[in-house]
């Protein structure tokens, strides 16, 4: 059964950092792609970056690269996201994702709060 579970979130001020993680399993973590979404109040669900199975090279959305990192282990199973200089605007549920088989599996997200 495949299972993503978030952590890391939280309230932090503009200009600051967080990391968050994503627990797998259930499935073979090292040969599928991860990818990280969020979704703000009142907006759709939005890419926030993929990691590669194979060499784990990043692709990042416009609104979040250049700050956010995205890496992977593949023997403790986890994929991290390490967000810095925070703005209001990053203010969202943030989702872990994969694709096993066809099929989407979403964790069930953490939240993050961008807010002086």
């Known amino acids: 059964q495949v299972r993503l579970v978030e952590s890391g979130g939280g309230t932090v001020q503009p200009g600051g950092s967080l990391r968050l993680s994503c627990a797998a399993s259930?499935?073979?973590?090292?040969?599928?792609?991860m990818m990280w979404h969020r979704q703000a109040p009142g907006k759709a669900r939005e890419l926030v970056g993929i990691i590669g199975a194979a060499d784990g090279t990043p692709i990042y959305g416009d609104a979040v690269r250049g700050r956010f990192t995205i890496s992977r282990d593949n023997v403790k199973n986890t994929v991290d996201l390490q967000m810095n200089d925070l703005r209001p605007d990053d203010t969202a549920i943030y989702y872990c994702?994969?694709?096993?088989?066809?099929?989407?599996?979403w964790g069930q997200g953490t939240q993050v709060t961008v807010s002086s």
């Open positions: 994702k994969t694709k096993v088989s066809g099929e989407d599996y």
């Open positions: 259930g499935f073979r973590f090292f040969s599928h792609m």
